[in-house]
């Protein structure tokens, strides 16, 4: 079924009509520099659970607790925090992403994760949690109902997980309390990171932007970024020149390339890709060891003790491999088909692609998953 699959999603990647250039807006090829997410952590306490929280090995939880009810006034004897049982609570690491602009009162997605032995976060309540920067400073507070898409459950011996227990989100989670000031309009100038970096790609966003606004303001830096140096027009004003950018069509080449994915045996193949003159013999090796246990009864007058032994059987076959020739300019559809009458399966197709690559004779960019 995964050949059948798979060699159908690379007949339709291929068959399909190869559009060497397309047009595509510069939002989509670039970010802003200076105008980014920000990653948050904290440190914090999910209670309620259900008898599925740390156990009492996990001290960092224990001292959690005790130094969270001193701050309500609660302070416990030596001889019960020893004793403390902890196991509806759970001590997570809290992590966010701090959007750009994002304004004090506004709320994020907090994912929530065990960094203890709990066995699941399922109906826990995670309890006020600062949001720390890079920086040490605290930029959003995170509190409420966790919702981890699955379960687990154990009884008589028999175990049933679904998805990851001991993991969990809480949807607008956090409530941004400190924001990040990014001055746009007050700027002279503002650099275009490309997202995929490319010569060719800096160089035709700079004319672009230089053609439409019929003067030189864009420059590339190399072939990652694109300086913009902002009109008089603009002053002050540097959002919608931003915005005005954004929306500017650059003719964009596809870049052939072979994605390999081992883990699931996926090969996705684009259209465009072509293969110099080569000839392909692929046989397949099959080790197979089975072992088979007999049982060695001593001769009755031999005093010795019935002992059961192993016998290994090794077997080696190997497949007859066919040399195929491809001329020059060939296509990979043309490749993939040969292989398909061939019985190549998506692994043998893997190994292929790995050996016409190493033989310089594959025009594209190989990328393993």
């Known amino acids: 079924m995964l050949k059948k699959t798979v060699l159908t999603i690379l007949m339709v990647a291929i068959l399909m009509p190869s559009a060497l250039a397309f047009e595509v807006k510069i939002r989509d090829l670039t ?37 969270a009810l001193k701050r309500f006034g609660i302070t416990l004897p030596a001889s019960a925090t020893q004793n403390l049982q902890v196991k509806n609570i759970a001590a997570v ?9 994002a304004k004090q ?29 890079p920086d040490g400073k ?12 699955g379960y687990n459950a154990s009884g008589g011996g028999t175990k049933v997980r679904k998805n990851h227990p001991t993991v969990g989100r809480i949807p607008n989670g956090a ?3 400190n924001q990040v000031n990014v001055d746009i309009n007050s700027k002279d100038s503002f650099v275009l990171a490309l ?15 230089n053609s439409f606004y ?23 004003n540097v959002v919608e020149l931003i915005s005005q950018i954004d929306q500017l069509s650059v003719n964009k080449e596809s870049v ?11 090969v996705v193949v684009g259209g465009d890709v072509t293969i110099e003159p080569i000839s392909i013999s692929h046989g397949n090796l099959t080790v197979t060891i089975t072992s088979t246990k007999e049982v060695s009864q001593p001769n009755p007058l031999a005093k010795g003790k019935t002992t059961t032994i192993t016998n290994k059987k090794i077997t080696v076959s190997e497949g007859k491999g066919k040399f195929i020739t491809f001329p020059k300019g060939a296509t990979v559809a043309e490749l993939i088909q040969a292989l398909n009458k061939a019985g190549a399966t998506p692994r043998d197709m893997m190994a292929i692609f790995q050996a016409i690559k190493a033989a310089g004779a594959l025009n594209a960019k190989l990328e393993m998953m």
């Open 31 to 67: 970010d802003v520099v200076g105008v980014r997410y920000n990653q948050l952590v904290g440190y914090g306490l999910v209670v309620g659970l259900a008898g599925t929280g740390d156990s009492s090995s996990a001290s960092f939880t224990i001292q959690s607790i005790v130094n």
């Open 93 to 101: 690491m809290v992590t966010a992403n701090l959007p750009p602009f």
């Open 105 to 133: 009162g506004d709320t994020i997605d907090v994912t929530v994760s065990s960094i203890g032995d709990a066995k699941s976060l399922q109906g826990g309540t995670l309890i006020m949690t600062p949001l720390l920067g």
């Open 138 to 149: 605290v930029y959003a507070v995170a509190q409420g109902p966790i919702s981890i898409g």
């Open 175 to 177: 409530i941004v309390e």
């Open 195 to 209: 997202k995929s970096p490319s010569f060719i790609m800096a160089e035709r966003i700079a004319k672009t932007i």
């Open 214 to 236: 019929r003067k030189q303001i864009a420059f590339p830096m190399d072939g990652g970024s694109v300086k913009v140096i902002v009109p008089p027009l603009y002053k002050g």
């Open 256 to 266: 052939p390339v072979v994605v390999l994915d081992e883990k699931t045996g996926t």
